[in-house]
C-alpha cells in the first residue's frame, strides 16, 4: 500500500536523532531505525554526546539538545512557532517542520505529534530536507478521525464475515475466532497512522450474539487488538447492542431508567477500562433496521445514549450514537412519510438533552451513502449537540471495489458545503466543534484480508484520502491523490514514474462523476439490485419497504421534497438552501431528482432535458470507462504485474457492468416516456 520501503528511502538514508521517551517514540524510533538499517543511514535516541545530524524528531519541553546544530535546528522551530503567536501549543497531535542550516527538525507537545512528523516527512521525501522549505506547522482539523468495521465475529449467513465488505474476510476475524494475525494488525496500523487515522471499532454495527460478547467474556479479544494498535496512536472503539443487559447480563429488560440496567452498564464499561485503559468508547446502531433501541422502553433516543455516556464519562470514553435511523418498514402507497426525513425528525427535538460525552454519528446525506446526495439537514440543525459526519469508504454504492470509484472529490465537496449559505460554517467545521470539541469524522472502512487490503489496489486510495481529508478537510483532494500515488508507487522504483503519474490522475481524479453518470441520474439514487447493491435494477427498490422510491411514470421522475407540494424536506434545511432547494428553477441540476417530480421533457441549467441528460449521460459514463480500460493499458510492464493484472480484470468487470447500466437506465427511461434519443443512438 501506501508504505512500501522505498518510501522510507529519504528519511533512512540520513543521520537521525530522536529526542524524547514514550510509547509512540518507541513506534517512532522503530520505524527510524528499520529505515536506516536498509537504506544506510544512522540513528541515536537521546545521546549524552555530541554527533552531527541531518534530521532530529524531538519532544519540545526535554532536556536542552546536545550539539549546536541540533540546537538550531529546534530554535528555528521554536521560531516558527512563536511567529504564530498563540498558536504556539501543538497540542497531543501536532508538530512543526523547520529547517536550520542543514539540519531538519520535526518538534512536537507529545509523542504522537512526532509519530505524525515522522509520517509527515516519509510523504515529503527528499523535499523534506530541501533547504529552502519554509518552517510547517500542521494539527489535525478534527479530534477524533475514526473508521468504524463492519465485520462479524462469526460469519452471517447473509452479509458474511464483513457487512458490505469487498475485500475477503476480516483482518480481525475468522469463523467466530480472531484471525490471529497481529503482524497484519500491526502492519494495517502503520498505514492508518500514515494517513492520520486515530480510532477504530472493530466490529459492526448490527451486533449479533456472538459480537455482543465482545463487550464481557471475550473482551481479551478485543485487548489484544488494541494492545497492537495502541503503538501506532490507534484507540479500540467496540459496537454495543443496546440489548446487552438482558442478552449477556441476564437482566430482564434494557430500560434506561431502570437503575439494575444503569449499574450494569456502569460495572461492565469499568471492567472494560480495566482491560484496555485507552479504550475509546462505544457506537450504537440502535432502533435502526432491526437493532434494539430506547424506543421498545418509550423511551427516546437522548435516554438511551446518555445511559452509556454516563457509564463511559468516569473513565473519559465516549459514545458514538449512530443518527440512521428510519421507518424501514413503509408502504409505497403512503406518500407522506419521507425516509429522507427521518433522521431530522428523530434528533433535531432532542438537541441540548446529550451528554457532553455523546456524540451524534449522522451519515453525511440524510439517505444513505449514494453517490450524489445533498448534505444532511441534521448537520447544521443541533447546536448543543457534538456531531460526527460519517462516510463509507467501503464502497457499497460507488462500485464494491469492482468499479474505480476515487471518492475524494465527494467527500472534499461535503466537507466544503456550507450548510447556512456560501460563505458561511462548513461541514468541517460542524464536525470539528467551535473550541475543537466536535465529533470529527467516521468512515466505514473498506479493509479486508485481501492481498491488495482493499480488493481494488486503486480503492486504497479512498482509504488514505478519508485520513488525510479528517486531519486537513482543506486539502486540495487532487494534491492527496499526488501523495498516495508517490508512496504506493515511488519514483525511484519506476520506469517512467511522470506517466504512470499523469495516467492514475486520468483514470482517478473524475472517477466518482463518471461512476454517478452511469448509475442513477440527477440525484434520484437507489436503482440498484436489491439487498446486495450491485448493479442496475431501476425498480428494483420502488415497491419495497425501504423508502427509496423516485416514482418514474410516463410523465415524469424523481421525489417532490418541496414544502410546498411535496415531503417538505426541503424546509429542513436553513433559509438560504431551503430555498434553492424548494425551486426547480434554482435546485442544482445534480440533485433535482431528489427535490422534485419533473417531467422528462424539463429544461436543466445546461440546457438539455431530463430525459436527453439521462441518455447523454449514460452513453458518456461507459465511453469514459472505455478511455480508463484504455488508459490503463498504457501501464501494463511499467508497474507490479500483479498489481497490473488485478486492476485490468476490474477494468473488465467494469466495462461490461457500466454497459448493463446504461443499458437498463436508458431502455427503462425510453420505455417509460416514449421520447427518442435525440442523436439517434441505440436503445434497445
Ligand atoms: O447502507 C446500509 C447498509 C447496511 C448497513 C446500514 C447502516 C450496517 O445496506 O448494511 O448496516 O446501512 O449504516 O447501518
Known amino acids: 500500500a501506501w508504505l512500501p520501503p522505498e518510501a522510507f528511502r529519504a528519511l533512512g538514508s540520513r543521520r537521525v536523532l530522536v529526542h524524547g521517551d514514550g510509547m509512540l517514540v518507541d513506534t517512532v524510533l522503530d520505524e527510524v531505525a528499520r529505515a536506516c538499517a536498509r537504506y544506510g543511514g544512522r ?43 498563540d498558536n504556539a501549543v501543538l497540542g497531543a497531535e501536532g508538530f512543526v517542520l523547520a529547517r536550520a542550516g542543514d539540519v531538519t527538525a520535526v518538534l512536537a507537545d507529545a509523542p504522537a505529534g512526532l509519530l505524525y512528523g515522522l509520517f509527515h516527512l516519509v510523504r515529503l521525501g527528499a523535499a523534506a530536507f530541501d533547504t529552502t522549505r519554509p518552517a510547517e506547522q500542521h494539527r489535525p482539523a478534527l479530534r477524533r478521525r475514526m473508521l468504524n468495521h463492519w465485520d462479524n465475529v462469526a460469519v452471517h449467513p447473509v452479509m458474511g464475515q464483513v457487512e458490505r465488505g469487498y475485500a475477503g474476510g476480516s483482518i480481525f476475524w475468522r469463523n467466530g475466532r480472531p484471525r490471529g494475525d497481529l503482524a497484519r494488525i500491526r502492519e494495517y496500523a502503520r498505514l492508518l497512522a500514515a494517513c492520520g487515522i486515530n480510532a477504530i471499532s472493530v466490529n459492526n454495527v448490527n451486533v449479533g450474539r456472538t459480537e455482543a460478547r465482545l463487550l464481557t467474556d471475550r473482551l481479551g479479544d478485543v485487548a489484544e487488538i488494541a494492545d497492537v494498535l495502541r503503538p501506532y496512536g490507534i484507540r479500540v472503539h467496540l459496537s454495543v447492542t443496546f440489548a446487552a443487559p438482558v442478552v449477556l447480563g441476564g437482566l430482564p429488560n434494557a430500560d434506561p431508567v431502570d437503575e439494575a440496567v444503569r449499574a450494569w452498564w456502569a460495572v461492565t464499561t469499568r471492567q472494560v477500562y480495566e482491560r484496555i485503559p485507552d479504550f475509546g468508547g462505544y457506537v450504537v446502531k440502535a432502533d ?70 455523546v456524540v451524534l454519528q449522522v451519515k453525511f446525506g440524510p439517505v444513505d451513502f449514494q453517490v450524489r446526495e ?116 515511488p519514483q525511484s522504483a519506476m520506469a517512467d514514474p511522470e506517466l504512470v503519474g499523469r495516467t492514475l490522475h486520468e483514470i482517478m481524479d473524475d472517477s466518482w462523476r463518471t461512476y454517478e453518470r452511469y448509475t442513477a441520474p440527477l440525484g434520484v439514487g437507489f436503482m440498484v439490485h436489491p439487498g446486495d447493491h450491485y448493479g442496475p435494477d431501476v425498480d428494483g427498490y420502488e415497491y419495497t419497504r425501504w423508502g427509496t422510491y423516485h416514482f418514474a411514470d410516463r410523465d415524469g421522475v424523481g421525489v417532490d421534497r418541496s414544502r410546498a407540494s411535496g415531503t417538505g424536506f426541503a424546509g429542513q434545511y436553513p433559509p438560504y438552501w431551503a430555498q434553492v432547494y424548494e425551486s426547480p428553477e434554482r435546485c442544482p441540476d445534480e440533485l433535482l431528482l431528489f427535490f422534485h417530480h419533473v417531467p422528462y421533457g424539463h429544461v436543466l441549467h445546461d440546457g438539455s432535458t431530463v430525459i436527453q441528460h439521462i441518455y447523454d449521460t449514460h452513453f458518456a459514463g461507459v465511453e469514459e470507462v472505455a478511455v480508463m480500460r484504455g488508459r490503463w493499458r498504457t501501464l501494463k510492464g511499467l508497474i507490479d504485474p500483479a498489481v497490473y493484472e488485478r486492476v485490468e480484470q476490474r477494468l ?9 447500466w446504461r443499458d437498463q437506465t436508458n431502455t427503462y427511461f425510453f420505455r417509460k416516456s416514449g421520447v427518442p434519443d435525440a442523436h439517434g443512438r441505440r436503445i434497445y
Open 43 to 85: 540513528m541515536w535516541h537521546s545521546p549524552s554526546w555530541d554527533v552531527d545530524v541531518d534530521l532530529v524528531l524531538a519532544l519540545r519541553g526535554t532536556d536542552e539538545l546536545p550539539s549546536a546544530t541540533v540546537q538550531a535546528a529546534r530554535a528555528a522551530g521554536e521560531a516558527a512557532l512563536a511567529q504564530a503567536g
Open 288 to 357: 435502526s433496521e432491526g437493532q434494539p433501541g430506547p424506543f421498545t422502553y418509550g423511551r427516546d433516543h437522548a435516554d438511551g445514549a446518555n445511559l452509556l455516556a454516563d457509564a463511559l464519562a468516569p473513565h473519559g470514553g465516549v459514545v458514538h450514537w449512530r443518527a440512521f435511523v428510519y421507518n424501514h418498514h413503509q408502504d409505497w402507497r403512503d406518500r407522506s412519510t419521507d425516509r429522507a426525513r427521518a433522521a431530522y425528525d428523530h434528533f433535531v427535538p432532542l438537541d441540548g438533552r446529550f451528554r457532553d460525552n
Open 374 to 489: 445533498p448534505v444532511s439537514p441534521v448537520l447544521a440543525a443541533m447546536p448543543a449537540t457534538r456531531l460526527a459526519v460519517e462516510v463509507q469508504v467501503t464502497q457499497e454504492y460507488t462500485g464494491q471495489q469492482r468499479h474505480v470509484c476515487h471518492l475524494g472529490p465527494w467527500w472534499s465537496e461535503v466537507l466544503r458545503f456550507a450548510p447556512w449559505g456560501p460563505g458561511g460554517r462548513t461541514v468541517a467545521d460542524v464536525a470539528a466543534g467551535e473550541a475543537g470539541e466536535g465529533g470529527g469524522l467516521v468512515a466505514v472502512a473498506n479493509v479486508g484480508d485481501d492481498l491488495f487490503w482493499t480488493g481494488h489496489p486503486l480503492a486504497q486510495a479512498n482509504l488514505y484520502t478519508v485520513g488525510r481529508l479528517a486531519w486537513d478537510p482543506q486539502l486540495d483532494p487532487r494534491a492527496v491523490l499526488d501523495e498516495w500515488i508517490a508512496l504506493t508507487f
Open 652 to 660: 473488465d468487470e467494469q466495462a461490461r457492468s457500466a454497459t448493463e
